[in-house]
T-cell receptor, first 112, second 113 residues
Framework: GENVEQHPSTLSVQEGDSAVIKCTYS??????FPWYKQELGKRPQLIID?????GEKKDQRIAVTLNKTAKHFSLHITETQPEDSAVYFC???????????FGTGTRLQVFP | DTEVTQTPKHLVMGMTNKKSLKCEQH?????MYWYKQKAKKPPELMFV???????INESVPSRFSPECPNSSLLNLHLHALQPEDSALYLC????????????FGPGTRLTVL
């Protein structure tokens, strides 16, 4: 079955710096890749997603890139702020199923 | 209404108790999900309902019993749980299957004594 690996497990950056989180997936049929942010004690919330028919998507300070050949995708956060501190989960799924496979998560800490 | 709600927020139960978790959405979504999340781990899929029918059961023990009374409601009935079942139980919904954002509820924090 599908397996999603996520790195790093923890990431500490200074406010204003960029942060990059990387994920690799095993199922070449996966074609939907969302990223969720989960603050402490809160629900996971979608921050950006990408489908396999595009290679990059950007929304203000957040961008996601997808390399289908290498089967990896990355989250880029620029000009980080303390409120970006949270756990970030990548996920992958086949578009014709309901099943999201989550990565193991990255705890991002942004220091003022 | 663009939210998934869950009740109760917290639940403490003994191993012989029977309890239920409830989830509700009024976004017209036709797929609903139960996830289990342990501390510092990703959400782990338990069940998926699509158009009020169970479409995925991830080999969950029978002490967890899902129910979808209608397109807006999802229940999880709990019976004879074990302490290792203590976790955050998250409900989610999406417009339809595949390629769709899943909206998560706030979760029920379950403790089994």
């Amino acid at each position: 079955g599908e397996n999603v690996e996520q790195h790093p497990s923890t990431l500490s950056v200074q406010e204003g710096d960029s942060a990059v989180i990387k994920c690799t997936y095993s199922d070449s049929a996966s074609n939907y890749f969302p990223w969720y942010k989960q603050e402490l004690g809160k629900r996971p919330q979608l921050i950006i997603d990408i489908r396999s028919n595009v290679g990059e998507k950007k929304d203000q300070r957040i961008a996601v890139t997808l390399n289908k050949t290498a089967k990896h995708f990355s989250l880029h956060i620029t000009e980080t702020q303390p409120e970006d501190s949270a756990v970030y989960f990548c996920a992958a799924s086949r578009g014709n199923t309901d099943k999201l496979i989550f990565g193991t998560g990255t705890r991002l800490q942004v220091f003022p | 209404d663009t939210e998934v709600t869950q009740t109760p927020k917290h639940l403490v139960m003994g191993m012989t108790n029977k309890k239920s978790l409830k989830c509700e959405q009024h976004m017209g979504h036709r797929a609903m999900y139960w996830y289990k999340q342990k501390a510092k781990k990703p959400p782990e899929l338990m069940f998926v309902y699509s158009y009020e029918k169970l479409s995925i059961n991830e080999s969950v023990p029978s002490r967890f019993s899902p129910e979808c009374p209608n397109s807006s409601l999802l229940n999880l009935h709990l019976h004879a749980l074990q302490p290792e079942d203590s976790a955050l139980y998250l409900c989610a919904s999406s417009q339809d299957k595949g390629w769709r954002e899943q909206f998560f509820g706030p979760g029920t924090r379950l403790t089994v004594l």
